[in-house]
Structures are given as structure tokens and as C-alpha cells.
């Protein structure tokens, strides 16, 4: 039977204002149930792998302060493997987002070597690696889920902050952050007043029922006295990890009008800004920028216009470009295949400046972006108010018109429904219905 070591469980959730980013935690404990759905998981996976009696079972989970070296040091998997096991993922997973209560597993043969890897960032999902004669195979397990639309409406209270307001119409503590966020990127909150109205839609998924995966607001809406009418609507791609995934005015303004252009159409993050331990060989380095997994030859765009200062090749940054912008700021895009502007060029928001590549010292191919600010320093990219575009067009306007009306038709589905409770811990009472 595998053991699993939960030793805490920390439920957070970072959330995204127009601004500021800000951390807001959940008001109840999901740990106990967790723990139970974990331990019943592992030993379905165990089960149906039916692994031989020579293999052992390493399992862990992420402690506070661990990186992914040390989960994989304590379960016994040598340096050798870790790397084959991280950049395996790391094209599917964003392993820097590691947080506490995470298992990880992994099956050893009787040499060591590691016949099979899973990682469960929540009870629903499951990253698994698998040894074969030509190296490790990726794989993703989705376990059914439950998809809930809530309806939560009201009005400012006199006296009551914004979140104040959100949490006492019933809105979860864990999508107030994100709820709030998507208001205040539209409506201009100093003129709004109290008794101004919102209705709110948002859809959350559940793993047997119970335990919360995540959520999103589909729909915003305003409706002020001095501020006026807005609505907000969440805009889907295909891809997921698409940069033009955000809300939208119905006419595909950007709730965001003023704000950097991402440098890729899509983005997975393999490294984070700041001090890092390095997955593979556990050396504690400070990382100037932040990593963006991506296909060779993938188009990067300039995140602002600027003038080329730095168009060049050295051994560690590959082929690098630099662009500095009129704040007298910079940004680096480094690694590139190949450089498509040279120095003393002048280059237009999100015009393509060079090609995905892994030049340089690079274990993979991805782009590496940095930033400086005025003065010189290197700054987190992430600091930066960032969108795809100010206004949609084309193929992804007319998508866009599409899902609002279904977001509109989900709206009167949901507005239909029996009122329930919003939680166990108010008297509130919501429209809420279960997808099927």
C-alpha cells in the first residue's frame, strides 16, 4: 500500500487585480477530505498498475520552502533521472508552481531506476511518466469532475469595502480575489456608491462533489448610479494557455486598455523571477527573468515599442535581443533561434523581433524574458500589467460574439434554477445549477 505524508495542507489561491496581486485564502479548511481522497486515489492508481513485487514505492509531498529537488531527492530518484523526469513534464506542466500538500509518487525497479512517475497537483488531475525502451512517455489522467454556475447578486453596502460587500452576498473566499479583480478593471470604484448593483456568474469545478479544483468568473456586470452600465465576459480560445484568454467588453475591448504585450501567443511558465533552487541539481541561483516553455521557431512580439540597444549572440544567453521603451525601462528576450530586428531599430507593440530557440545555455527550447526597470535593475516580468491585445479581431471577435450569447443564455438557465444556500456559514441564498 503506498503511505502517503500529508504533513499540511495549505489552500491559497493568487489572485490577479488590474494593479496588484493579491493573496486570499480560503475561510475553510479543506484538509481532512483532501488527505482521504488522496490516499483513495493512490491506492486505485497502485491497483490498476499492478506493479511488480521487485518494485518499490517512493511517495512525498511538497513541504513548506521545498522546491521540486528536494520532493524528488527524499524519494531516491538520482540526478540522472530527475532530469529526464523534469524536462519530460515541463513542457506540460508548470512545475515552479509547486504548493504544499502536492504528492508526488514514484515507482523504482529493483536497480533504482525509475519505472514510473506521478504527480497530482489536485485530486482531479494526474501527470504521470513512463518508462519505455526509447525514454520516458508523458501522459495526463483527467478524473471526472463536477462543473457548477452560480448566480450572486446584490448591492454596495454603505460603509463596506468591495470585498467586504462580495463576501456577504455568499461569493467563496477563494474567488472574491479574482471576482473583485475583474470589477475594478472596469469600473472605477472611487465614483461608485452605495446601493449600485452587480450580478456576478461563476462556474467552479469539484472532484466528487466536494473538493474544489477551480473556478472562474464568466460573467461580470455593474451597474452604477454615477459609474454606469458594464459588463464583462470571460473570452475562451482553444488553446488554454492562450494569452488572449481574459474578459472582454461584448464589443472585444480589453478590460485592460493600457498594459504590455505578452511576448508569446502562449504561455507555460518552466521558471519563475527570484531566487530558485534548480530542480535537477539543487544549486540555489537567482533567475533574472522568467522562462516560457515553447516550441523552436515559435514567433516572439516586442512587449512595447522601443528601439533595439542589443541585437546580438554570447555563449550563455544565445541570441538575445533588448528593447528599450520609453520609460527608459528594457526588456531582454533571450535564447532565440534566430533575431529578426538589429540594433538602432525601431519596433511597434507586438511586432515579431525573433524566433523561439534553445541557443546558448539552454536545456530546452523557450524564452527567457527579463526586464529592467529605469534605473537597471532587473524587476519580476510579472509586475507588469500584461494583455494580448487592447481590442479583438477577426476569427477571435466573431468567437468571442458566439460565447456571449451562450454566456447569456447560461445567465437565464441559472437565474432559473432553485435558490440554495450559498455555504454552510451564511444564510444567503444563490441561483445555482450543475452542468452536465
Given amino acids: 500500500m503506498i503511505r502517503l505524508v500529508c504533513l499540511s495542507i495549505v489552500a491559497a489561491v493568487c489572485l490577479l487585480g488590474c494593479n496588484e496581486e493579491e493573496k486570499i485564502q480560503s475561510l475553510k479548511s479543506e484538509g481532512d477530505k483532501l488527505r482521504a481522497k488522496i490516499d ?68 523504482l525497479d529493483s536497480t533504482g531506476s525509475v519505472q514510473r512517475f506521478r504527480y497530482a497537483p489536485n485530486p482531479a488531475t494526474i501527470h504521470m511518466m513512463s518508462k519505455t525502451d526509447t525514454g520516458y512517455v508523458y501522459s495526463r489522467i483527467e478524473k471526472p469532475v463536477t462543473r457548477r454556475q452560480s448566480i450572486f447578486e446584490g448591492a454596495l453596502a454603505e460603509g463596506s469595502t468591495l470585498n467586504g460587500t462580495l ?42 462533489d466536494s473538493i474544489w479544483i477551480n473556478g472562474k468568473v464568466v460573467y461580470a456586470e455593474f451597474d452604477g448610479r454615477v459609474v454606469g452600465h458594464h459588463e464583462a465576459f470571460k473570452y475562451e480560445d482553444p488553446d488554454p494557455k492562450s494569452t488572449f484568454n481574459a474578459h472582454y467588453t461584448e464589443s472585444g475591448d480589453a478590460l485592460i486598455f493600457d498594459g504590455l504585450r505578452y511576448p508569446l501567443d502562449r504561455l507555460h511558465i518552466t521558471s519563475p523571477f527570484g531566487t530558485r533552487i534548480h530542480p535537477i541539481t539543487g544549486q540555489r541561483k537567482t533567475h533574472h527573468g522568467i522562462d516560457y516553455g515553447s516550441p523552436s521557431g515559435t514567433p516572439i512580439y516586442a512587449v512595447a515599442e522601443g528601439v533595439v540597444t542589443v541585437s546580438g549572440y554570447d ?111 451564511t444564510d444567503v441564498l444563490v441561483r445555482m445549477r450543475t452542468l452536465k
Fill in 315 to 425: 555563449e550563455y544567453s544565445g541570441n538575445k535581443v533588448a528593447i528599450r521603451h520609453r520609460d527608459n525601462s528594457e526588456s531582454w528576450y533571450m535564447h532565440m533561434s534566430a533575431r529578426g530586428v538589429g540594433v538602432g531599430a525601431r519596433v511597434a507593440a507586438r511586432q515579431v523581433i525573433g524566433r523561439v530557440g534553445s541557443t546558448g545555455r539552454s536545456t530546452g527550447p523557450h524564452l527567457h524574458l527579463g526586464f529592467k526597470n529605469e534605473k537597471g535593475a532587473w524587476i519580476n516580468p510579472a509586475s507588469k500589467t500584461m494583455i494580448a491585445a487592447p481590442k479583438l479581431t477577426g476569427e477571435r471577435l466573431a468567437r468571442l460574439q458566439k460565447e456571449v450569447a451562450e454566456i447569456r443564455q447560461q445567465i437565464d438557465l441559472t437565474l432559473a434554477a432553485p435558490a440554495v444556500k450559498a455555504n454552510d456559514s
Fill in 40 to 107: 483513495s486515489l493512490s491506492a486505485e492508481v497502485e491497483k490498476a498498475q499492478q506493479l511488480p513485487e521487485n518494485w518499490t514505492i517512493e511517495n512525498d509531498t511538497v513541504r513548506a520552502g521545498d522546491g521540486l529537488f528536494q520532493v524528488l531527492l527524499r524519494m531516491h530518484i538520482n540526478e540522472k533521472e530527475r532530469g529526464k523526469l523534469v524536462l519530460g513534464m515541463q513542457d506540460s506542466v508548470e512545475l515552479s508552481k509547486l504548493r504544499v500538500g502536492q504528492v508526488f509518487f514514484a515507482a
Fill in 167 to 208: 463576501f456577504r452576498v455568499g461569493i467563496p473566499g477563494r474567488m472574491v480575489g479574482i471576482v473583485s479583480g475583474v470589477l475594478q478593471c472596469k469600473v472605477a470604484f472611487p465614483m461608485a456608491r452605495p446601493g449600485d448593483k452587480f450580478r456576478i456568474l461563476l462556474e467552479e469545478e469539484f472532484y466528487q
